[in-house]
Nanobody, 115 residues
Framework: VQLVESGGGLVQPGGSLRLSCVVSGFTFRWLSMSWYRQAPGKERELVADISSNGGSTNYADSVKGRFTISRDNAKNAVYLQMNSLKPEDTAVYYC?????????WGRGTQVTVSS
């Protein structure tokens, strides 16, 4: 299973970004998916997750109402729409799935929120 993230960058506070993660090597529609992030000097934390059919989502309290996770099973992709970004959202964002008792991670994409 391979995961490749894209869409990160530098954005001003209050701005928006949309992250994408494309998955290959397995039947994507069977996988639940998650977005994590890791800020400098901090532990990696769960941002949001979505069930295999997209019917169930969960968010960290810190991003509720600002971030939206979604997926397109026809494109083998999961997305994270990030609005009203804050400097504390600055981190490397990782896509993750779990299969056969093993976690699979992408390499991450950097998001920097700064004026």
């Amino acid at each position: 299973v391979q995961l490749v993230e894209s869409g990160g960058g530098l954005v001003q506070p209050g701005g928006s970004l949309r992250l994408s993660c494309v998955v290959s090597g397995f039947t994507f529609r069977w996988l639940s998916m998650s977005w994590y992030r890791q800020a400098p000097g901090k532990e990696r934390e769960l941002v949001a997750d979505i069930s295999s059919n997209g019917g169930s989502t969960n968010y960290a309290d810190s991003v509720k109402g600002r971030f939206t996770i979604s997926r397109d099973n026809a494109k083998n992709a999961v997305y994270l729409q990030m609005n009203s970004l804050k400097p504390e959202d600055t981190a490397v964002y990782y896509c993750r799935t779990y299969l056969n008792n093993r976690a699979y991670w992408g390499r991450g994409t950097q998001v920097t929120v700064s004026s």
